[in-house]
């Protein structure tokens, strides 16, 4: 049997993320194994208001060579990955970025399980969905 945190764990992606995510080669296994990973409160950088930047490893290369992720996150719920960069191309976000993150995340959190499936249904949001390959620990 699974434990509590990942039978309620949901993870989307928006279009731009999946889009970024295809160019640098990250597949939709990763961005689960991230997810449950900053579940079980492995986080890079928890910059508040439900807003954690989270480095993703690429295939055949580690974390550190990887890519770094804006995620929307609720503990043991709801973990939406808005945004991706990769550090040779730039540092961080700036302050005006993650103010528009975190009111992002006021929404996007706020939203309701209909509300949710409604975003994935009219393509606002990708559901990433759970692989079969991922061991259950």
């Not at 060579?65 to 990769?86: D, H, P, Q």
């Not at 540092?91 to 209909?114: H, P, T």
Request: hydrophobic share 45%; aromatic share 8%; net charge positive.
């Amino acid at each position: 049997m699974l434990p509590e945190w990942k039978m309620k764990l949901a993870v989307y992606k928006t279009k731009a993320f999946s889009r970024f995510a295809r160019k640098v080669r990250i597949a939709d296994a990763e961005l689960w194994k991230t997810a449950e990973a900053v579940s079980r409160g492995v986080i890079d950088a928890d910059l508040g208001g439900g807003v954690i930047k989270q480095r993703i490893a690429r295939a055949d290369q580690g974390k550190s060579a990887g890519s770094r992720s804006i995620i929307l996150f609720r503990f043991k719920g709801r973990a939406v990955f808005v945004y991706g960069f990769e550090k040779k191309d730039r540092a961080n976000i700036d302050g005006k970025e993650l103010e528009a993150f975190r009111a992002l995340a006021d929404v996007i959190l706020g939203y309701s399980e209909a509300e949710m499936a409604r975003r994935v249904a009219d393509g606002a949001l990708i559901e990433v969905v759970r692989p079969t390959e991922v061991k259950d620990a």
